[in-house]
T-cell receptor
């Protein structure tokens, strides 16, 4: 049973570029949440997708957008990259029918470096 | 801004010692979770506490949820090098989990 998978594992971009990160949830999960984890910090909630719609959003600018597909996989897009966007981006999957969706299973993350 | 404050930020101890780390907030949470994260990996859920005053044990780890559901503690007995990692607490918000900045624990052999 595959867990949460994220791709790519590492990415280097320059300021102003755009990036797309991908996530496949754990089998049986229907909800995907995205988090940004800067060095030395805890994960910061970006947004959550359920039934292909953004269900909840954290305090992130509109440069951060996402999408969920019918197979529950998800993408995170970041436009006009800034140096401060350098971080580990984590995807977490859950199931609303299981513990109210509060049990999160994380992928290993995508390490994004913006130069 | 972290809604959940964790202390200490860093902790370095010798194998066999006991330790306690704390998670505090001014907000009430319906549930609170503890995760452990190792370098290059995502956080892994250790426990979920739901009821004020609840105590849960997981082998050498003891988790407690404050009576007012605003704070929690994690106690490790006889720490081992394998316990090394970043310990994160997370509170249930509105359809999401909000994390503290974590306590980075190093257990030296």
């Amino acid at each position: 049973d595959a867990g949460v998978t994220q791709s790519p594992t590492h990415l280097i971009k320059t300021r102003g570029q755009q990036v797309t990160l991908r996530c496949s949830p754990k089998s049986g999960h229907d909800t995907v949440s995205w988090y940004q984890q800067a060095l030395g910090q805890g994960p910061q909630f970006i947004f959550q997708y359920y039934e292909e719609e953004e269900r909840q959003r954290g305090n992130f600018p509109d440069r951060f957008s996402g999408h969920q597909f019918p197979n529950y996989s998800s993408e995170l897009n970041v436009n006009a990259l800034l140096l401060g966007d350098s971080a580990l981006y984590l995807c977490a999957s859950s199931s609303l029918t299981d513990r109210g969706g509060l049990e999160l299973f994380f992928g290993s993350g995508t390490q994004l470096s913006v130069l | 801004t972290q809604l959940l404050e964790q202390s200490p930020q860093f902790l370095s101890i010798q194998e066999g010692e006991n330790l306690t780390v704390y998670c505090n907030s001014s907000s009430v949470f319906s549930s609170l979770q503890w995760y452990r994260q190792e370098p290059g990996e995502g956080p892994v859920l250790l426990v979920t506490v739901v009821t004020g005053g609840e105590v849960k044990k997981l082998k050498r780890l003891t988790f407690q949820f404050g009576d007012a559901r605003k704070d929690s503690s994690l106690h490790i007995t006889a720490a081992q090098p394998g316990d090394t990692g970043l310990y994160l607490c997370a509170g249930a918000g509105n359809n999401d989990m909000r994390f503290g900045a974590g306590t980075r624990l190093t257990v030296k052999p």
